[in-house]
């Protein structure tokens, strides 16, 4: 399998994550083996000094027989750069992120192939969609800064009701269209990837999650509120040249 292209390559971006990374993958591989195709786990280390590169190698060892790990770097910091290191690198026919600490269930992998194989360019898990739940309320800072970024960023995404939730798919075509234009590394990476779909007058499905706030989150509403301000604008500005 490992000679030929998969047909699915789960993209995993990672920092420090040896706490969190190996239960994660372990999970993903217990999916992926249920799944009737042939799948590439990419890790994408953002410059790791922990033991995160050892946990890859660990699970690969008892890793299922239709399913590879295989952990490349990234120089440049970020998630958004991470994740497009990894799906541009990638010569899967679906390719696809998830976050390290897999809020969203890997289960959900299951319908989400199925929107693709039917010809969905772009998938992504919502919490917002109809049938989305938490296993636990989000606190209501927390609640009340996301409503505050909806409205900032619902004219770049259209109807896309949650553009935050980190489980994203895509056909291999539109990964390669949407990634070579995507420039955001930060904490709006996720809407200039949604927005640059839309230019591109890509649908956008939309499958409900069940969602587990982890613990560990590095981000925090109130300290880094102007940073998201500051980077929705640049996206806006970015979208502005691609006109």
């Given at each position: 399998m490992s000679q030929r292209k998969?047909?699915?390559?789960?993209?995993?971006?990672?920092?420090?994550?040896?706490?969190?990374?190996?239960?994660?993958?372990?999970?993903?591989?217990?999916?992926?083996?249920?799944?009737?195709?042939?799948?590439?786990?990419?890790?994408?280390?953002?410059?790791s000094v922990d033991r995160t590169a050892e946990l890859v190698d660990e699970v690969a060892e008892h890793r299922p027989d239709n399913t590879v790990l295989r952990l490349i770097g990234c120089a440049r910091q970020g998630k958004g750069a991470a994740v497009r290191r990894g799906l541009l690198a990638s010569t899967a026919r679906w390719r696809g992120f998830c976050d390290a600490d897999l809020s969203t269930p890997p289960q959900v992998l299951t319908e989400v192939l199925g929107h693709l194989e039917r010809g969905a360019p772009v998938v992504i898990g919502s919490r917002r969609?109809?049938?989305?739940?938490?296993?636990?309320?989000?606190?209501?800072?927390?609640?009340?800064?996301?409503?505050?970024?909806?409205?900032?960023?619902?004219?770049?995404?259209?109807?896309?009701?949650?553009?935050?939730?980190?489980?994203?798919?895509?056909?291999?075509?539109?990964?390669?269209?949407?990634?070579?234009?995507?420039?955001?590394?930060?904490f709006a990476f996720d809407v200039e990837v949604l927005a640059v779909a839309r230019r591109l007058d890509m649908p956008v499905v939309e499958v409900p999650v069940r969602w587990t706030d982890q613990e560990g989150s590095s981000f925090h509403v109130w300290s880094h509120g102007k940073r998201v301000v500051s980077e929705v604008v640049a996206v806006r500005a970015a979208l502005a040249r691609m006109s």
């Open positions: 998969p047909d699915l390559d789960i993209v995993v971006p990672v920092y420090n994550e040896e706490a969190r990374l190996g239960a994660t993958l372990h999970a993903l591989t217990a999916h992926t083996a249920t799944l009737p195709m042939s799948v590439a786990i990419t890790v994408v280390d953002n410059g969609a109809p049938g989305a739940s938490y296993a636990v309320p989000q606190p209501l800072v927390r609640r009340l800064g996301s409503s505050t970024f909806r409205m900032l960023t619902r004219p770049l995404v259209g109807g896309v009701a949650d553009t935050q939730c980190g489980f994203k798919f895509f056909s291999g075509e539109a990964a390669e269209q949407v990634f070579r234009r995507v420039t955001a590394n930060g």
